[in-house]
């Protein structure tokens, strides 16, 4: 027992020197936590923002098509045809929204019409969907700007603001709808205009064209049945086993896939947007690595002369190696700690008002068909990766006090 209780006390008593090393010199301590501050808070805030822009990219895409997994009949994938369509009843989407994590079903009928008003004509995506399960999911009930409430919706199109103004045409006024419906039924009608929705990208805003799930059964003749059933997580990392407990619930006949089947061109982009920010972060880590190090080198340059009379009046160098790296350990941690203290409240600010952006900026997220926002991530994923990454950083400087004190020469060994 006496060998482990005085190794104990050995470690506690250098814990204590290098805690009043540390404030013996404020202003050098200080400066090497707030080197260390800077560079967490810093790298915080881009790394809040490259998975912010990547959970808006993701929710974007996937929460206006596909779902994070969607479940369709074997084939439609490829054909997307109405005739690939498969049967859907309150079975089906009962048991699929028992699967753990899932937090919307909703179920759609998608085809392609031709819609005239007027002398104007103009091929547009329908879509059949279910009013309030389709609202849970996208939210589409706020871009309603006039015309019959969401929930009276019970017959009509709710048609895009863009969509409207090309066709010339406003609640109220009947549109003629002509397409090919199910197993190559013509599919006729006179659709009258229950509501306009608004949309802040131009693409959906121009092709917008939404129908009650009923009706757009009724219209193309395909009761009772559905092109796919989109499912949103609460959690877009567990796509992968959420897929597979909806197969196993599903049956045969259906196809699951995950976004990240369904859309290879967003899986790239999500990918080339990391790899910009790690080059990004690589070069912040190389200009923080070396101030952090300078600062180290600068500190003990001041200490050498400290360090020699410390071992000429009998301290190990091996003891006293210790102490520089617990000085730097605690530097580091008192750093970090700050550094993720500092960008919490920036950080989740930012998340709950994300910054509009303009000019040239907005035109090009518009594009890319996303809302013009620099949004930021508060996962806990990133305050603690980027502070554990500099903290690291800072333990590593320890290394050279350690071979200054190893190495340096007192007269006396």
Known sequence: MAPAVTAAATRGLLFRLAWRNLWRNPRRTLIACASIFFAVFLSVLISSTQVGQNQLLI????????????????GYWEKRSLDESMPVDSTLLAATAAIPGVDHVVPRLETVALIAHGTVTKVVPVFGVDPLREDGMTGFGKRLIRGTALAAWTDGALVGAGLARMLGADVGDTLVLYGQGYQGVTAAGLIRIAGILAYPIPDMNNNAFFLTLTEAQRTFAADGRVTSVAVMLADQEKSDAAAAGIHAS?????????????????????????????????????????????????MTTERRKEFRMVVALGMRRGRLAMVTVIEAVLIALTGAAAGIIGAIPIVLWLHAHPIVLGGEYEKVMLAYGMEPILPFSADPLVFWSQALIVGTLGILSAVYPVIVVLRMNTGTK
Do not use: C, K
């Open 250 to 298: 599903v049956g045969s006949g259906r196809e699951v896939m995950t976004w990240r089947e369904l859309l290879p061109e967003l899986v790239q982009a999500v990918d080339a947007n990391n790899g910009g920010t790690v080059i990004m972060l690589l070069i912040l880590y190389i200009v923080i690595g070396f101030g952090i190090f300078s600062t180290v080198v600068m």
């Open 59 to 74: 929710e974007t895409m996937v929460g206006f098509s596909t779902g994070h997994v969607q479940v369709h009949g074997t």
